[in-house]
C-alpha cells in the first residue's frame, strides 16, 4: 500500500515575516510617531522663556535647538538664529547646557509603543501562524503546535498493487482468523443485518519476526481500505499529555476515514499491566495514554467501520482491561511455521533472487527448525549475497544451506587457526555427539558434521534434522536427547582421559532440558504432575522462575544432577561399545573437517559389515 506522506511546515518563512515586520516599524513608524511628541516654537517664543529664566536643559545643534522647560515635562525644538549673544543669555538665565536630551515621548505614547504595541502584534501573529499551522497539518481544536499532539501515523491509502494474503505464507491459520475481518470491511451490511458486531480489536501475539505486521498490511491489501500504523513507543513523549493526545488524533482521523485499519505495533509499550503504587515520570505519562486509549475504544461501536489491530510478543504483559471483551476481543496467534509453512515462505523470498532450478526447498526447509519468517527470509538473502562472492549468477541449494549454518553458528572464522592436537579434540567431541545420536532409537539424523570454527564461537558442530516437525516428545526421546549432548564430552573422557571448557553449551543445554523433564513436563516419580516452574515471556526466550519452597528447590536440583550423570554414563558407555567405530570417523572428520550426514552413515554402516 501507498504511504501517504505528512507535510512539512515552512517554519522558516513564518519566523521571516515576523522579523520583516519588526524591523519595518522600529525603521518606519516608530520614530515618525514618537516625532510627534516634540513641540515646534519659533525663536521668539524661546528667547521670552530665556528671559523669563523658564529653560530647563538646552542642546544646540548644527541646525536646530532642543530644550525643555524648568520642569523637564515638554520638549520643545526650534530653529537656529544668527544670535552672537545666545550663550551668555542662556547662561545668565539659569539653562543647563548637556548634550544628552533624548527627544522623548509622552508616557502614553512610550507605553503604547513599548508595550502594548509589541504585545499585541505578536498575540496577532501567533494566532494566525498557529491556525495556519494545524490547518495544513489537517488539526483539529486539541492540536498543538509543532505537531506534538499529533500522532504521526503512517497512513498507507488504498492501493491495488498492495501486500496480499498470497504475499504472506506460513501462517494459515491466522489467514483464516482474519479473513472475516476482511469480509466484514467488504460487506458491513450482511452482518449488521443479522444484528453481528465485528470485533472492535484484534490482537495478534506470537514470536518476533512471524509476519504480524504483515498480515496486518495484507487485511488492509485485501479490504482496499486505508491502514493506519503506528508503533506503540511512539505514543510516549516527555510532556504529559502528549501520548493521550496522540491517541485522540489518531481515532479522530481513523473516523474521518472509515472504514479503515487501525495498527499499533508493539502495543505493549503502553499497554503494560497497571499497579495501585505511586508512579512518576514516564509510568504515569504511560497509563494516561493507555486511559485514553481505553476510552477511545469504548467511544465507538463495533459498526462503525473502524478496525483496530495490535501486535505484541509479550501478550501476558497487557492490562486486563485491555483484553477484556468490548476491546480486544479476539486473539490471533501468528506462531512459529510447521515444516510446510516454511518451505512455502523460503520459495516465496526466492522469487526475489536468481536461483538454480533444483534447489530442494523441502530440505532447505527441515534444515530450517524453528526459525522465524524474518529469518527464512535472511536466510535467503544470505543464500545470495554467498553467491555473489563466489562470483555465481544465482544462488545454489550449497548456498542456502551455508546460509542456514550462518544464522545458527555465525560465518565461518578462516583466521583462527587450531593446533593438531586441539583439531583432534573437537573431531572426537563432534563424533561423540553424532555417534550416540546414531546408536540411540527416535534421535534425529545426522544431517552435517564440522570442525570448521565459526564466528559466534564454535569450534564445530554437529547438524540434526528431523524428517518432520516433532511436537510431542515422550520421557525416552528426551533423555537420549540429554545423552546425546553429553556424548562429546564422554568422548573426550574417554579418549584423551580428560576434558576441555568446549562443552559448555552442551552442558547449558542438557541441564536446562533435565529441568524442564522435573518442572514443568511432570516426568518426575517423586513431584509427579505437579507444577513447579513457570515459563515468563514465552515468546521471547522463555525465561522460567521456580514456584516452590527451598526444600523442593534443593530436591530438584538433586534430581537433575542425577538424570544428567545417568545419561553420561549411558553415552560413556555407547563409546565404549563402539570405540572402533568412534577412532574411525573421528579421524575421517579430521581430514576432511567437514564430512555429511551421507558419508558418517556410511562409514558407520560400512563398519558394522
Known amino acids: 500500500m501507498k504511504e501517504v506522506k505528512q507535510p512539512k511546515l515552512p517554519l522558516a518563512y513564518f519566523y521571516l515575516i515576523v522579523l520583516l515586520l519588526l524591523f519595518l516599524f522600529n525603521a518606519l513608524i516608530a520614530p515618525r510617531i514618537a516625532q510627534k511628541a516634540i513641540s515646534e516654537v519659533d525663536y521668539g517664543t524661546f528667547m521670552s ?16 535647538i532642543i530644550f525643555t522647560d524648568k520642569e523637564e515635562s515638554q520638549l520643545y525644538r526650534t530653529g537656529l538664529m544668527e544670535d552672537p549673544g545666545l550663550v551668555e543669555r542662556l547662561h545668565a538665565s539659569g539653562a543647563e547646557f548637556t548634550s544628552e536630551i533624548v527627544e522623548q515621548a509622552s508616557p502614553l505614547a512610550t507605553f503604547l509603543l513599548s508595550w502594548l504595541l509589541p504585545i499585541g502584534v505578536f498575540v496577532m501573529l501567533g494566532q494566525f501562524l498557529s491556525k495556519k499551522m494545524m490547518d495544513k497539518a489537517g488539526g483539529g481544536p486539541g492540536s498543538l503546535m509543532f505537531n506534538m499532539g499529533k500522532s504521526n501515523a503512517k497512513v ?14 506460513g501462517v494459515d491459520e491466522a489467514e483464516e482468523n482474519l479473513q472475516e475481518i476482511v469480509e466484514y470491511l467488504e460487506n458491513p451490511q450482511k452482518y449488521s443485518e443479522i444484528g453481528a458486531q465485528m470485533p472492535k480489536g484484534v490482537l495478534l501475539v506470537g514470536p518476533p519476526g512471524t509476519g504480524k505486521t504483515m498480515l496486518a498490511k495484507a487485511v488492509a491489501g485485501e479490504a482496499n481500505v486505508p491502514f493506519f500504523s503506528m508503533s506503540g513507543s511512539e505514543f510516549v513523549e516527555m510532556f504529559v499529555g502528549m501520548g493521550a493526545s496522540k ?135 544470505e543464500a545470495a549475497l554467498r553467491a555473489v562472492r563466489d562470483g555465481r549468477k544465482f544462488a545454489t541449494q550449497a548456498d542456502l544451506e551455508e546460509s542456514i549454518e550462518v544464522v545458527i553458528a555465525g560465518y565461518q572464522k578462516k583466521n583462527a587457526i587450531l ?73 573426550e573422557e574417554l579418549i584423551f582421559g580428560s576434558i576441555t571448557t568446549g562443552a559448555a553449551n552442551d552442558i547449558e543445554q542438557a541441564t ?98
Open 156 to 169: 498507507y491509502v488504498k492501493s491495488s498493487d498492495g501486500i496480499r494474503f498470497s504475499d504472506v505464507e
Open 49 to 64: 522663556m530665556t528671559e523669563n529664566q523658564e529653560i530647563g536643559k538646552v542642546q544646540i545643534q548644527s541646525n536646530q
Open 419 to 491: 593446533t593438531d592436537h586441539e583439531k583432534k579434540i573437537v573431531a572426537y567431541h563432534e563424533i561423540g555427539h553424532a555417534l550416540v545420536a546414531a546408536k540411540q532409537t527416535n534421535s534425529a539424523p545426522v544431517q552435517k558434521i564440522t570442525i570448521v570454527p565459526r564466528t559466534s564461537g564454535a569450534l564445530g558442530y554437529t547438524l540434526q534434522v528431523e524428517e518432520n516437525d516433532h511436537y510431542l516428545m515422550n520421557r525416552e526421546e528426551l533423555e537420549n536427547k540429554i545423552a546425546t549432548y553429553t556424548g562429546g564430552r564422554a568422548a
Open 247 to 381: 491517541v485522540r488524533d489518531l481515532f479522530r482521523q481513523a473516523k474521518e476515514k472509515a472504514p479503515c485499519i487501525v495498527f499499533i505495533d508493539e502495543i505493549d509499550a503502553i499497554g503494560q499491566k497497571r499497579s495501585g503504587g505511586s508512579h512518576i515520570g514516564g509510568n504515569d505519562e504511560r497509563e494516561q495514554t493507555l486511559n485514553q486509549l481505553l476510552t477511545e475504544m469504548d467511544g465507538f461501536d463495533g459498526n462503525t467501520g473502524v478496525i483496530i489491530l495490535a501486535a505484541t510478543n509479550r501478550p501476558e504483559s497487557l492490562d486486563p482491561a485491555l483484553t477484556r471483551p468490548g476491546r480486544f476481543d479476539r486473539r490471533v496467534p501468528v506462531e512459529l511455521p510447521d515444516l510446510k509453512g516454511r518451505e512455502a515462505i523460503l520459495k516465496v523470498h526466492a522469487k526475489k533472487i536468481k536461483i538454480a532450478d533444483d534447489v530442494d526447498f523441502l530440505q532447505v526447509a527441515r534444515m530450517a527448525a524453528g526459525a522465524s519468517g524474518a529469518e527464512l527470509a535472511n536466510i535467503v538473502n
Open 512 to 609: 536446562k532440558l533435565a529441568r524442564a523433564m522435573i518442572t514443568r513436563y511432570g516426568m518426575s516419580d517423586d513431584f509427579d504432575m505437579v507444577a513447579l516452574e513457570t515459563v515468563n515471556n514465552q515468546y521471547l526466550g522463555g525465561d522460567t522462575s521456580l514456584a516452590c519452597s527451598a526444600d523442593t528447590q534443593n530436591k530438584i536440583d538433586e534430581q537433575v544432577v542425577a538424570l544428567v550423570k545417568k545419561q553420561h554414563e549411558k553415552a560413556l558407555q555407547i563409546l565404549k561399545d563402539n570405540r572402533p567405530k568412534l577412532d574411525e570417523l573421528a579421524t575421517y572428520l579430521y581430514e576432511h573437517e567437514t564430512i555429511t550426514g551421507e558419508e558418517f552413515m556410511g562409514i558407520l554402516n560400512r563398519t558394522e559389515d
